[in-house]
């Protein structure tokens, strides 16, 4: 349940050629929701709950920062977030691979969209009922321009018919999130379109696509199991990046893709 909670939460290529390549740095907060309505009924989900918040943001903030153009996408995590180390660079590339760095121990591990795609398929994760609907209301994040879409997030957990008699009656067998996002429409529209087809395509999996509405997500809210998470582009511009930005360093050592748990 850990990871299809992480895998629903987490936050990301076209033949045009780009003038330059896009950079935007995320910050995320986590927190336990204000209105006491919103808190799990049953005292173990508040437990989990807390667990896997805790997992997601361990430091209740982090940045993330973002490069996007015509070789990639790269996502450095300058905090621990979304079950990745601090410091760890995930770098997509056009043809569907993507490449996970350990710059502390200079180590990497490799994987595809799709296969990442088949494990969730693999490992039971149902597909996600979504509702998004654009409210005609604009907001400006980091001086761009963005409209607000709400939403409405609703899954299945998938518990075994054998299991399910033996759960608390108040015990959840769906997981619903609510909230509100502010995207991009044609600003910025074809790095969106860069994001959609790499980070963005496991998130389609999970119904997100429907939020994004074509654009990028420069802000939103999110409720689920008692807890508010909030993120919100604090920076964004368009500029060169660095020689090598979307390339595996030379010198790090392939190592094989962690297990489940690690």
């Not at 608390?168 to 910025?188: E, H, I, K, R, V």
Request: charged letters at 20%.
């Amino acid at each position: 349940m850990k990871k299809i909670i992480l895998a629903a939460c987490l936050a990301s290529v076209v033949t045009v050629p780009l003038r330059a390549d896009l950079k935007y740095t995320t910050h995320m907060e986590i927190k336990k929701a204000e209105k006491a309505a919103e808190q799990p009924a049953n005292p173990m989900i508040g437990m989990m709950a807390d667990a896997v918040m805790k997992q997601m943001v361990p430091g209740g903030e982090a940045d993330v920062v973002y490069l996007v153009g015509e070789k990639g996408a790269r996502i450095e995590y300058m905090q621990s977030a979304m079950g990745q180390p601090a410091g760890t660079i995930t770098i997509f590339s056009p043809d569907g691979n993507l490449s996970v760095l350990n710059p502390k121990e200079k180590t990497y591990w490799k994987t595809s969209v799709q296969s990442a795609l088949e494990g969730m398929k693999t490992s039971g994760v149902p597909t996600p009922e979504v509702t998004a609907k654009r409210t005609g209301q604009f907001d400006t994040i980091a001086g761009t321009k963005c409209e607000v879409v709400t939403f409405d997030w609703k899954m299945n957990l998938p518990i075994p018919a054998a299991a399910r008699s033996n759960l608390p009656p108040d015990f959840p067998t769906t997981l619903n999130m609510t909230g509100d996002a502010c995207t991009t429409s044609d600003q910025y529209q074809k790095y969106a379109e860069i994001v959609a087809k790499g980070a963005n395509a496991m998130m389609s999996a999970m119904g997100f696509d429907k939020i994004a509405q074509g654009g990028l997500v420069l802000r939103q809210r999110m409720q689920l199991m008692g807890f508010e998470m909030r993120s919100a582009v604090t920076q964004i511009s368009e500029e060169p990046a660095p020689a090598g930005a979307f390339e595996v360093p030379a010198d790090f050592k392939e190592v094989p893709m962690p297990g489940p748990g690690k």
